[in-house]
């Protein structure tokens, strides 16, 4: 006969379980305060405006309000310092001695430190009407000492300035050239045109034409590198300086930077001076290069009118900004940032092509 098995009640009987709580508070009730609001509810949240004409529209709006706000402002500082508006009433250009003159009323314009009148060639006519309407577009004589309001005559005086550093006799002679070569080639190694991303991957963005980033950067690049190395500097191989996965640039190859460096210091004022805004607007000295070589009616040029629509502003700031536009398609722009950099890369872009070009016969 089989004995049975006894079993321990302790083993038997299931174990308590015992549930520990995640805080030690003492829950308590809510106290709901009573309602004392008079009137119609609130009305509900309205969605972002994502259509692009609401969108402009509402910027206009703003802009018109800007505007009223700084009249009013500008009028207010004026009666309060007793300054009047401006001491002009017409801006004019007149052809003195060779040259182009913008005129206030009688009075020449002058370069704000060295108070020589500011001469503009015959060759450049469009240069003289745009740096007349920045002057007529001013209210105010306060206006005229703010850089940020006169970009363009800061950028005729800064090839000015270097018209007359060439032209002096002193042992530093060129002096604001060379630090301007200088500077500008310290941007071939770290170019936005030659930085490409890394090889896509499966789950990375691709355009509508399949194309990843990395393709849309090296087509941009490969066609303005084609240009320059087939135009400007025949016989040169210019390599992208960050490239896969390295996260750090490499410089170009042996005498390369030697050739490059010779033709910066051979442009002349008007056309090193506009390499340098060039340089500074987009970060890229290949881009830069290019605007100029394209645009310049000196003997750096093509020697040929560019067609519309070649390598316009337009192009030169959508090629350095390839990246910020692929991420802002992707994740959507900031409001007010991405935009307003874009125009005014533009617009000192636009500086450069009316700085460089002009009708091909220098007068000076």
């Keep these: 006969m089989k004995v049975p098995t006894r079993i321990p009640r302790q083993l038997a009987l299931p174990r308590p379980q ?18 004392v609001g008079t009137g119609p509810p609130p009305d509900p949240p309205t969605p972002a405006v994502r259509n692009a004409q609401e969108r402009l529209e509402r910027r206009k709006k703003h802009a018109e309000l800007l505007k009223m706000a700084k009249e009013v402002r500008s009028a207010q500082d004026g009666k309060s310092s007793g300054v009047a508006k401006r001491f002009w009433k017409e801006v004019t250009i007149r052809e003195v001695d060779g040259a182009l003159q913008v005129h206030l009323d009688a009075r020449p314009l002058r370069h704000p430190n060295t108070k020589a009148i500011i001469r503009v060639p015959l060759s450049k006519p469009n240069l003289a009407s745009a740096l007349a309407l920045e002057w007529d577009i001013l209210t105010s004589t306060q206006q ?15 090839a000015l300035d270097i018209l007359d550093d060439d032209a002096s006799n002193s042992p530093e002679a060129t002096k604001i050239r060379t630090a301007i070569t200088h500077t500008v080639l310290r941007y ?47 016989g040169i191989t210019i390599e992208p300086v960050l490239d896969g996965h390295s996260i750090m640039p490499r410089k170009q190859s042996e005498g390369v ?45 093509t020697g040929h009118a560019v067609p519309v629509g070649r390598f316009s ?29 874009q125009e005014d890369v533009r617009r000192q872009l636009g500086s450069v092509v009316l700085l460089v070009s002009g009708t091909g016969k220098q007068h000076y």
């Design 18 to 35: 015992f549930v520990r709580p995640f805080h030690q508070s003492i829950a308590r009730t809510a106290n709901v305060a009573p309602i």
């Design 144 to 158: 005229a000492t703010k850089q940020h309001l006169i970009p363009l005559t800061s950028l005729i005086c800064r």
């Design 188 to 234: 071939l190694d770290t170019d936005s045109l030659l930085c490409w991303a890394p090889p896509a991957g499966p789950h990375d963005r691709r355009n509508d034409a399949g194309e990843s980033l990395r393709d849309v950067q090296k087509k941009a690049a490969e066609e303005t590198v084609s240009y320059l190395t087939t135009n400007v500097w025949p």
């Design 257 to 301: 930077r030697e050739v490059i460096q010779g033709w910066v210091m051979g442009l002349d004022a008007w056309e090193i001076a506009g390499l340098e805004r060039a340089v500074l607007a987009g970060k890229s000295f290949v881009a830069a290069a290019r605007v100029v070589a394209e645009w310049s009616e000196g003997s750096v040029g």
């Design 313 to 341: 502003v337009e192009h030169v700031s959508k090629a350095t900004s390839l990246e910020v536009d692929w991420q802002a398609e992707q994740w959507g722009e900031v409001e007010d940032t991405h935009d307003v950099n």
